[in-house]
């Protein structure tokens, strides 16, 4: 009989930590959200770097563009930290822009991580849109 039990018991934790991991998404859930937030961060660095209120021209063709926010803190990453592939920037006219990056987590993942400037998502690219700020 206490055979039975002890094999129970143990049958009852390996079920309660494979739903446990189930729940929590485990380490690979993990590792795709610590990706996302560092990709959240680095738009937000683009967007700040991108409203410069120093700069007094319209909006570089490129993110590279070292000259277009001179006092600015240089841009260390404008590529995905997981996939090195470069992050999205639109310069839609001289003052609006957008910078996207592809998530690997759902939207509704992100919708409490990008702090004051809202994603939004297309599938899974999601994109801060922005204007220069005014004089």
Excluded: W
């Amino acid at each position: 009989m206490n055979k039975a039990l002890l094999i129970a018991m143990i049958a009852a934790v390996v079920a309660a930590l494979i739903l446990g991991l189930m729940a929590a998404g485990g380490p690979g859930y993990a590792r795709m959200e610590k990706m996302d937030r560092e990709r959240i961060s680095d738009l937000n660095r683009i967007f700040n770097y991108l409203q410069c209120p120093k700069a007094r021209r319209p909006l570089p063709e490129a993110l590279e563009d070292a000259d277009y926010c001179p006092e600015y803190v240089r841009i260390n990453s404008v590529s995905d930290p997981k996939t090195d592939a470069p992050y999205i920037y639109r310069r839609i006219d001289d003052t609006r822009f957008e910078v996207c990056a592809e998530f690997e987590l759902p939207a509704e993942s992100h919708l409490s991580q990008s702090l004051n400037r809202p994603l939004e998502f297309a599938g899974q690219t999601g994109c801060m849109s922005g204007s220069t700020l005014p004089d």
